[in-house]
């Protein structure tokens, strides 16, 4: 078991390196002569104006909301279904009503029109 | 004979007993490791090198083109061309930019393209390591992508990059949640998170028994990797190149070796999860055989993606992200439920998969419909007010 976990380390770590020693390799082979007007912001040949940090769409925090409530459900989906044929009635039961929570919570976000792009 | 039939454990049982003669223990399992390793570390680049080919192909001929035909024959080395071009040319870093999440994005993506392929089942034995659990593995190895798109949205301190990097963490986080759950119904009918145990619970392929699952992880697959039609997140004809945009060189390539390999690593977990894997005629007697199918069955995943990407016109970011919460996921949270109900059903297993698959068409019928007639309902809508669409 934790041999596994091993090469999953061992795997990470050439995982990491590759993109690396990639880059060193490159750094070594290209050309280097930057220039102010090479190095300008790329905005479709236009000088670039104002801030690039600035506030953006609230909508995309809606998104996130929503996604968090699914995404901690799905931690709680996976372990429910390995064990789920060890398993009696009740295991189904108490997933169709965490279901139909999650699925009133998704409903509600619908209507209150979270979902829509203002 | 039989070292020929299961040839890969084979090979994989003479290396491990040869390096045994002159190296301990655990200099073997070291050196077992690093090979490993390398070999899978690989896999994200010769996916690159060889479907990048084969794309440009394939869409030439969709759209009455030859593709490339000048760099060898059939233009096969047009992709060792661009590598090397990638890695000679100059690396520019824009002065506005936040150096080291710039610099670091590239890396923490191929790096994640490439964890991947540890749990990825190629045939009978023959797979990096067998976790037990596997596929939340390969989600949570996936989800390391949305981090690196932001990082390049926001270190390269450009508003269409950020505008791309924004559209593409929604479309990534939206996406996940029917990914994850059509996964779920995978494990629940297999009973195992393992991607090995998964392959040998496919008695017949999954997607004949749970075909809502397999549309709603390749659709959810399609936008987690950003192909068309849902490339939002590079629209080029929108925001030049979304969060890549300042990208040049070899960090660009990064980029690039990631999305490739991530699109052979989503239509290898496709074929895992919902074909068969490396199941297939005679693949019990023949192991060596497993591999062989496996590829085949990804292969033609990929194939299906770039007709896909080859025929359909690009999505808008509302529409998109609509479809996966208001179709995707009740769907898949339905289709969730049935399988949990009929596995509770004492039946016979023909008669539960006969079931799954009727309760799976039912729910097909009814999300066509719906779709039907909120289109219809639009199209009068604009027919009212034709100007008066509020998307953005």
Redesign the interface.
């Known amino acids: 078991m934790l041999?596994?976990y091993?090469?999953?380390g061992?795997?990470?770590i050439?995982?990491?390196a590759?993109?690396?020693i990639?880059?060193v390799?490159?750094?070594l082979?290209?050309?280097?002569?930057?220039n102010?007007a090479?190095?300008?912001?790329?905005?479709?040949g236009m000088e670039?104006f104002g801030d690039?940090?600035v506030q953006?769409?609230a909508?995309?925090y809606l998104?996130?909301l929503?996604?968090v409530v699914?995404?901690v459900e799905?931690i709680f989906?996976?372990p429910w279904?390995?064990a789920?044929?060890k398993l009696g009635?009740y295991a189904?039961v108490e997933?169709?009503l965490f279901?139909l929570i999650?699925?009133g919570g998704?409903l509600y976000a619908?209507q209150k029109k979270a979902?829509?792009?203002? | 004979m039989d070292y020929v039939l299961d040839f890969f454990v084979n090979l994989g049982r003479s290396w491990t007993t040869w390096l045994g003669t002159f190296l301990p223990e655990w200099g073997v399992?070291?050196i077992n490791?690093?090979v490993?390793?390398?070999i899978?570390?690989?896999m994200p680049v010769i996916a690159t090198l060889t479907l990048t080919w084969m794309e440009r192909k394939v869409i030439g001929r969709i759209q009455n083109r030859l593709g490339p035909n000048r760099v060898g024959p059939w233009g096969i080395f047009q992709a060792i061309a661009d590598a090397v071009k990638?890695?000679?040319?100059?690396?520019?870093?824009?002065?506005?930019a936040d150096r080291p999440v710039f610099n670091l994005a590239?890396?923490?993506i191929?790096?994640?393209a490439?964890?991947v392929w540890?749990v990825m089942p190629f045939g009978k034995g023959v797979i990096?390591?067998?976790?037990n659990v596997g596929v939340?593995?390969l989600?949570a190895v996936g989800s390391i992508t949305t981090v690196s798109v932001i990082m390049a949205g926001?270190g390269?301190?450009?508003?269409?990059a950020?505008i791309g990097a924004?559209r593409g963490?929604?479309q990534l986080?939206?996406y996940?949640?029917p990914m994850?759950?059509s996964i779920?119904?995978v494990?629940?009918l297999a009973?195992?998170?393992s991607t090995m145990r998964i392959v040998e619970a496919q008695q017949i392929p999954f997607i004949f028994v749970l075909p809502v699952a397999f549309i709603a992880y390749f659709l959810a697959s399609a936008a987690e990797v950003g192909r068309a039609p849902f490339d939002l997140l590079e629209a080029d004809s929108e925001i030049?190149a979304g969060y890549f945009?300042?990208y040049s060189?070899?960090?660009f390539?990064?980029f690039y070796i990631a999305e490739y390999g991530n699109l052979f690593a989503v239509s290898a977990i496709t074929a895992t999860l919902f074909l068969g894997g490396w199941r297939g005629p005679f693949s019990h007697q023949a192991p060596v055989l497993g591999p062989l199918y496996f590829i085949i069955k990804t292969v033609l995943v990929v194939f299906v993606m770039m007709w896909i990407r080859g025929t359909w016109p690009r999505f808008r970011?509302?529409q998109m992200?609509?479809f996966a919460?208001?179709v995707l996921?009740?769907a898949s949270?339905a289709n969730?439920?049935w399988v949990?109900?009929v596995?509770?059903i004492a039946l016979p297993t023909i008669v539960q998969w006969a079931l799954m698959l009727g309760g799976n068409l039912l729910i097909l019928v009814i999300a066509a419909g719906m779709l039907g007639r909120a289109a219809k309902r639009h199209a009068e809508q604009r027919n009212l007010a034709p100007l008066s669409s509020?998307?953005?």
């Not at chain 1, 979902?115 to 203002?118: I, T, V």
Request: hydrophobic share 60%; charged share 15%; aromatic share 14%.
């Open positions: 041999s596994q091993a090469f999953i061992v795997f990470a050439i995982a990491f590759l993109p690396v990639g880059l390799m490159a750094w082979l290209r050309p280097k002569k930057p102010p090479k190095n300008a912001t790329y905005e479709c670039t690039t940090w953006f769409k909508q995309y998104y996130a929503v996604f699914f995404d799905a989906v996976f279904a390995v789920y044929n009635l189904l997933m169709v279901v999650l699925l998704l619908w979902l829509e792009w203002h | 399992t070291i490791y690093l490993g390793g390398i899978l570390v690989l990638m890695l000679i040319k100059e690396d520019i870093i824009p002065d506005a590239p890396i923490l191929a790096g994640a490439a964890l540890a990096g390591v067998d976790l939340l593995y989600v926001w390269s301190n450009n508003k269409f950020l924004f963490v929604a986080l939206s996940e949640v994850i759950l779920a119904t494990v629940l009973g195992s998170m030049v945009i300042e060189g070899l960090k390539g990064w970011i509302d992200l609509g919460w208001k996921v009740p949270l969730l439920l949990a109900i596995l509770k509020g998307a953005a």
